[in-house]
């Protein structure tokens, strides 16, 4: 949880308790580790949050500011919601309205939403769900013929019953993320290649084990995908951070 100085928002808020971006990020990178400055500035471009300015144009954030911050972060990495939703969610929840959010993603409850309150305290570990179609246009924000190009791409491809798996959802909001910097889905067909090529190289170490027949084995071999997964994860990044020549936080 996020832990800010005491003070209200908007122009009450006392001056030594307001924050420049750099004392925001080192809070934030308690929980979020990889949130950077662009971040928090594009959420300031995206409505999610209003800063105020100094004469000179420098940031200053207030405690609310951060809390908010916060929120919009955890709504994005727990349940993977487009911005325009955290957006409208936050804001009625500050109306003093009852907003709940979709049934989405990694969402604990598979009911038909849950209170924006219980989404501030910790997280639960997520559970593998599925998804329809219509529920992924939702999430992403997206309409048909976006996702039917996704799809000739080979960036997300339904399931045999029509609809997605949970990972799916985080594909989606990547890919939308990607595009605000006019990264198009054609372009992401070399790392849908490497992805396939990654994830074929796993599968080679890991089948043996899936046929064994001890069961206690075939267990393992799922432990070990997740595990070998993870690390070619990270090896993708760490390669991909030195050829640009960049180190993210």
């Known amino acids: 949880m996020l832990h800010t100085p005491s003070g209200g928002a908007g122009s009450g808020t006392a001056a030594a308790d307001m ?7 080192n809070v934030l990178r308690d929980e979020f ?14 409505g999610l949050i ?12 207030s405690p609310h500011d951060v809390e908010r911050l916060g929120h919009v972060l955890r709504m994005q990495r727990d349940h993977y919601l487009p911005l325009k939703v955290i ?35 910790e997280p639960e570990p997520p559970t593998a769900a599925r998804i329809g179609r219509a529920e992924l246009l939702a ?13 000739s791409y080979g960036l997300v491809t339904p399931l045999r019953d029509g609809g997605y798996d949970a990972e799916t959802v985080t594909v989606a909001a990547l890919v939308v993320e990607l595009g605000r910097f006019g990264i198009e889905p054609r372009h992401l067909r070399a790392m849908k290649a490497a992805a396939d090529r990654e994830a074929g190289l796993v599968d080679q170490v ?35 951070q030195s050829a640009l020549g960049v180190r993210l936080p």
């Open 139 to 151: 999430a992403a924000g997206i309409g048909e013929p976006e996702l039917a190009e996704w799809e």
């Open 19 to 25: 924050m420049s971006i750099g004392a925001v990020l």
């Open 206 to 240: 890991v089948s043996p084990l899936r046929r064994h027949r001890n069961p206690q084995t075939r267990a393992h071999a799922e432990a070990r995908t997740k595990e070998l997964a993870g690390l070619t994860a990270k090896l993708h990044a760490a390669l991909v």
């Open 87 to 121: 957006r409208e969610h936050l804001d009625a929840l500050e109306r003093g309205e009852d907003a709940r959010l979709p049934a989405l993603g990694r969402q604990r409850d598979a009911g038909d939403g849950e209170r924006l309150g219980e989404l501030f305290t």
């Open 50 to 61: 209003e800063p105020q300015r100094t004469p000179s144009g420098y940031r200053k954030f």
């Open 33 to 46: 580790p990889e949130v950077t400055v662009s971040k928090i500035r594009f959420l300031e471009a995206e």
